[in-house]
């Protein structure tokens, strides 16, 4: 485990990225290089970066870590970059600014850099999605943005953030979903598993709204919309489900909940997941990893550290 030591679970990540910006120059108050560097900093001095990819912020939460920093602090430094005369855009940490405004608190501690459009925006989606879960709809929103403004392509988020191609991708695909369904799946009323299995109805709108009606569960969508394609395709529901068992049996296909399960699993930890299963109940679960980065994570996660 010598050289997991040696590298950090933040794919390119923050570490990288912060070793490779340049600290705004001592001894400058202003100017293009920026002010120097300090530890801390009025509160009034920080703004919000408009392109934060966190749009919805837990109140209780934010309220439970207002209270942590009346009793100890803020532990933790705000990432910074210069914007002007007494203004700083914060590039990490803007959850841990609204805590300190709520504990009253009139200067707290920051690291200074001088970072381009593309770091800060890949340090904001890497620390929020690393450290406090985006919502599917705003990790998706923050992946099209590195992807189409940036120029990166779905490996290099990939790797930047952790998680495997397939995430991405997948990800990605759910800002296709009817605006209603967008809607929902930002309010936590459907699941990213309800989207995906939206996706592949012939009539993305109405799945949506049958899910909706009768609170389907994402394997009862997954199979209403196996219903809705063997309509569509002029098979009876009867036909379908026989070609389905006949798969099932055949040729070691693995049967759709199996299926469902590692695309659940998948989407859970951000990598490709596969299930063998034996008709006697053994099996096993096999987790792919991409690099050590991605090995150092799912180690962590398996021993319950935080991650």
């Known amino acids: 485990m010598s050289a997991l030591k040696k590298q950090k679970g933040l794919g390119r990540g923050l570490d990288a990225l912060l070793g490779d910006a340049p600290k705004a120059r001592a001894g400058e108050e202003g100017g293009a290089a920026g002010p120097r560097p300090r530890s801390a900093l009025p509160i009034e001095f920080l703004k919000p970066n408009p392109d934060q990819p966190r749009r919805h912020f837990n109140e209780d939460a934010i309220e439970e870590l207002a209270q942590s920093i009346r009793s100890r602090g803020l532990l933790q430094p705000i990432l910074v970059r210069p914007k002007g005369p007494e203004h700083f ?7 841990r600014w609204r805590a300190a405004q709520r504990a009253k608190i009139h200067e707290v501690p920051v690291i ?13 989606l890497i620390e929020n999605v690393q450290r406090v879960d985006l919502n599917p709809v705003e990790e998706a929103l923050a992946y099209r943005r590195l992807h189409k403004t940036y120029g990166r392509s779905h490996d290099e988020i990939a790797r930047a953030v952790g998680k495997s191609r397939s995430h991405v991708a997948n990800t990605l695909r759910l800002l296709a979903l009817p605006e209603a369904a967008i809607e ?33 569960s994402v394997r009862e969508t ?15 529901p009867e036909e379908k489900t026989a070609v ?64």
């Open 222 to 236: 997954e199979r209403a919309v196996q219903t809705m394609q063997a309509r569509a395709a002029g098979e009876t």
């Open 184 to 216: 929902a799946l930002r309010e936590g009323k459907i699941t990213a598993g309800h989207g995906r299995a939206i996706l592949a109805a012939p009539d993305p709108e109405t799945a949506f709204l049958a899910v909706l009606e009768y609170d389907m």
């Open 89 to 95: 855009e914060i590039v990490a940490g803007e959850r």
């Open 112 to 124: 200074i850099r001088e970072l381009t459009d593309e770091e800060t925006a890949e340090i904001a």
């Open 244 to 307: 389905s068992a006949a798969k099932k049996s055949g040729g070691g296909r693995k049967d759709a909940d199996t299926r469902a399960l590692e695309a659940d699993l998948a989407a859970a930890l951000g990598l490709e997941v596969e299930i063998d299963h034996s008709p006697k109940g053994s099996g096993a679960v096999t987790i792919r990893y991409l690099d050590l980065d991605q090995l150092d994570d799912i180690c962590r996660r398996l021993m319950g550290a935080g991650v």
